[in-house]
């Protein structure tokens, strides 16, 4: 959906710098990834070493950022677990 909505704006007439910040503002992300992707195309307005430079620099925080999600999944998981059986117990106790 990011690469049809940015083509459809590129074929408005929009400059690619905006069209890009829009619709990465649309992704269901965080806001410290947006960031990071939406500073993407300045670093690809340069050289091919700045470019290249850019992208390792996004890939790297990005990553950063999944593994920081990886790390708060079992705790999530955890406490849902918690939260269904207090539920459920709750539950048979009412029925009871």
């Known amino acids: ?3 049809e909505r940015g083509a459809a ?3 408005a007439g929009r400059s690619p710098e905006t069209v ?3 619709t990465v503002s649309c992704l269901p ?3 410290t990834d947006k ?3 939406s500073e993407l195309v300045n670093a690809l307005q340069g050289d091919e070493t700045s470019a290249y430079k ?3 620099l996004v890939r790297k925080e990005l990553q950063n950022s999944l593994s920081q999600l990886e790390k708060q999944r079992p705790e999530e998981e955890k406490r ?3 939260l269904c059986f207090s539920a459920a ?3 048979v106790i009412l029925l009871i």
């Open 54 to 56: 850019g992208i390792l």
């Open 1 to 3: 959906q990011l690469f």
């Open 89 to 91: 117990a709750l539950l």
């Open 9 to 11: 704006a590129l074929a």
């Open 80 to 82: 849902t677990a918690a």
């Open 29 to 31: 992300v965080s806001e």
């Open 35 to 37: 960031r990071a992707l």
């Open 20 to 22: 890009w910040c829009q």
